[in-house]
C-alpha cells in the first residue's frame, strides 16, 4: 500500500519557521523524484520545491528560493521541507508528491499539512 504522510504543519508567526516531513512506504522511494506543492483557498496547486530521486539536484518556485529549502534522507524513505522567513501568503495545504523517474504514470500525492503563518 503506496502512502506519503506529511507532518510538521501547523501555525507560526511571520518570520518563523517549520520543517515539513514528508514518510513515504509502499515504493521504492530511491527510484522517485520528490516535490512539495502547495494550495491556497481560492489559488491552484502550486509546485514549491522538487528534488531528484538521489538528491542531487533541487528546483524552486522563485518565491520560495532562498526561503525554503528542500532535502531527502533516502535511508529514511522521507523528503523535507525546511521553510524560513515565512510569511502570510505561505498559508496553504502543502502536499508532498512522488514520481517516478523512468514509469512517470507512477505519480503519488499525500494528504497534505495545513502551514498557517499568522499573528
Known amino acids: 500500500q503506496v502512502q506519503l504522510v506529511e507532518s510538521g504543519g501547523g501555525l507560526v508567526q511571520p518570520g518563523g519557521s517549520l520543517r515539513l516531513s514528508c514518510a513515504a512506504s509502499?515504493?521504492?522511494?530511491?527510484?522517485?523524484?520528490m516535490s512539495w506543492y502547495r494550495q491556497a483557498p481560492g489559488k491552484e496547486r502550486e509546485l514549491v520545491a522538487a528534488i531528484t530521486s538521489a538528491g542531487g539536484s533541487t528546483n524552486y518556485a522563485d518565491s520560495m528560493k532562498g526561503r525554503f529549502t528542500i532535502s531527502r534522507d533516502n535511508a529514511k524513505n522521507t523528503v523535507y521541507l525546511q521553510m524560513n522567513s515565512l510569511k502570510p501568503e505561505d498559508t496553504a495545504a502543502y502536499y508532498c508528491?512522488?514520481?517516478?523517474?523512468?514509469?512517470?504514470?507512477?505519480?503519488?500525492w499525500g494528504q497534505g499539512t495545513q502551514v498557517t503563518v499568522s499573528s
Open positions: 509502499g515504493f521504492t522511494f530511491s527510484s522517485y523524484a
Open positions: 508528491n512522488a514520481v517516478h523517474d523512468i514509469l512517470v504514470y507512477r505519480n503519488y
